[in-house]
């Protein structure tokens, strides 16, 4: 299997690096798939310093995969989508669609206002999830943990990424 270098970044308004039981469950989860996390952070609900960090991150040759969570619901202090989407390459529309009709399962409609979103940029791979633990997990699971496992087939994201220079 190919490990990956990945960064999670929580983006709260609230959260400290002592109460962020999200983004501490990422990376757990990634180091337990055998991939490595390099970067971490905590960022504000600002569009501008997230996309500062993110296009760090993706003109970084040593990053392969962020994820991103927090930011991605209803309301005019969910920015994340807002950020990431124009510096993508290429979205991949399917993961926001079965990550909905997964959490459609568990929370019922309001699974509508549960944001999520994939895409390539700079042969990055970038998933951007809702903040709670719970959807860390289900998104993690169900998603992201076989796509980010280079002997998944018939196809993975980790071939995309793996090679990134």
């Not at 993690?140 to 220079?165: V, Y």
């Amino acid at each position: 299997m190919t490990s990956l270098h990945c960064a999670v970044l929580t983006v709260s308004n609230t959260r400290t690096a002592a109460n962020d039981t999200s983004g501490d469950y990422l990376v757990d989860q990634l180091q337990r798939a055998g991939h490595k996390c390099i970067e971490r952070a905590i960022c504000p609900t600002n569009i501008y310093e997230l996309r500062k960090i993110i296009s760090q991150w993706i003109a970084d040759p040593n990053i392969h995969v962020i994820l991103t969570n927090g930011g991605t619901g209803f309301g005019p202090q969910k920015n994340t989508i807002a950020a990431i989407e124009p510096l993508l390459d290429q979205t991949v529309t399917g993961f926001g669609e079965l990550f909905r009709q997964l959490s459609y399962q568990d929370i019922g409609s309001s699974a509508i206002q549960s944001n999520a979103l994939a895409g390539l940029a700079n042969q990055t791979i970038i998933f951007s999830i809702p903040g709670s633990t719970n959807a860390c997990r289900l998104a993690w699971t169900r998603i992201i943990r076989e796509q980010l496992n280079s002997q998944h087939k018939p196809c993975n994201f980790a071939d995309h990424c793996a090679t990134k220079s």
